[in-house]
């Protein structure tokens, strides 16, 4: 019989290192996938606050994930969009789990404003993730682009009806 639970004790740490085993890996698979995601990939407190930033912000606003941790999201947004924050927060918060989306612009650590476009999801029931997560991605060239874009054909315009009201004087 003592043979028989040592095996059984045996055969259950055996089983309880595999589960950590297993624990771990995903663990570090989840780690890996969000410090390489170009996306910015956050979590915003209750209150309001960062709780964690990925490593992709280095890239989009030249800031340390570190010095955000426990800042206010409010902060960084361009004071003409601080007045959408609440509105927004608000309507995140009053939805579980539905994903909505906003452009803001944010503070670049060289002083410059980039025009980010967010993802934010309400997971403050799920208590693994208690908070908001916000999936951020930097959509300045595309804005810039589109203006571009937008201006030339606007010009292009104006050259056609110069061109009309000269022919037909």
């Known amino acids: 019989i003592l043979v028989m639970v040592r095996q059984s004790v045996a055969a259950q740490e055996i089983a309880r290192l595999r589960a950590e085993q297993v624990v771990q890996q995903t663990e570090a698979r989840f780690a890996s996938l969000v410090r390489h995601s170009s996306d910015v990939i956050s979590l915003l407190g209750p209150d309001l606050r960062l709780r964690f ?4 912000i280095q890239r989009v606003l030249g800031l340390a994930p570190r010095t ?8 960084l947004l361009h004071p003409e969009d601080q007045p959408n924050f609440t509105g927004f927060i608000e309507r995140v918060l009053a939805t579980q789990e539905v994903p ?7 503070r ?3 002083g410059s404003w980039r025009d980010i476009e967010i993802l934010a999801t309400n ?6 993730v208690g908070g908001v997560v916000l999936n951020s991605r930097d959509v300045t060239d595309r804005k810039r682009y589109e203006r571009d874009i937008h201006q030339a054909r606007d010009a292009a315009e104006a050259a056609n009806r110069a061109k009309s009201e000269f022919l037909a004087n």
């Open 53 to 56: 930033v990925s490593p992709a």
């Open 68 to 75: 955000l941790t426990d800042q206010p999201l409010f902060d």
């Open 100 to 106: 909505a989306v906003t452009e803001w612009r944010l």
């Open 108 to 110: 670049h650590a060289d």
């Open 123 to 128: 997971l403050t029931e799920d208590s693994t």
